[in-house]
């Protein structure tokens, strides 16, 4: 399937955003949100963007005071992933201009239309920034 889910957690571990593509009740998720954020959190920067937790690799980036993590099947390519995460990154950049936890956090629902546009049922569909902001630009026009 490829992606299973993508988190965007603050560095105090609070989960601003949570995107599953696989079932998983709430309990599932708290536990394994819990468990992942603070593997990742817990290492230096000297230290490789992969981590292999139960039967998901975890690839995860920082930016600024934003964690973006990404669990994958162990077959996918990290650094495929970690380029996704760029470019959703640089694609919140370009709309909201110097992303930060508090247009994540106020947008949310902008946040995870930006996603769906990019990832569906775990596979990335669409890479052009432009075709993936344009219904958001429509619907801001809209508004």
Do not use: W
């Not at 599953?20 to 230096?44: D, M, P, S």
């Not at 292999?52 to 099947?73: C, I, M, P, Q, W």
């Not at 995460?85 to 919140?92: A, D, G, P, R, S």
């Amino acid at each position: 399937m490829g992606i299973r889910f993508v988190l965007m957690v603050n560095k105090q571990g609070q989960t601003r955003l949570a995107q599953y593509y696989e079932y998983l009740n709430i309990e599932e998720r708290r536990a394994l949100e819990g468990e992942i954020v603070r593997k990742c959190l817990t290492r230096n920067e000297q230290q490789c963007s992969f981590v292999e937790h139960r039967n998901y690799k975890v690839v995860y980036r920082r930016y600024a005071s934003l964690f973006f993590l990404v669990g994958v099947d162990n077959e996918e390519n990290e650094l495929a992933i970690l380029e996704f995460i760029h470019l959703l990154v640089e694609t919140m950049d370009r709309h909201f201009g110097n992303v930060c936890e508090l247009d994540i956090m106020f947008h949310l629902e902008k946040a995870h239309f930006m996603l769906e546009e990019m990832v569906m049922n775990g596979c990335i569909v669409e890479t052009s920034k432009a075709n993936i902001l344009s219904p958001i630009q429509l619907l801001d026009k809209a508004s």
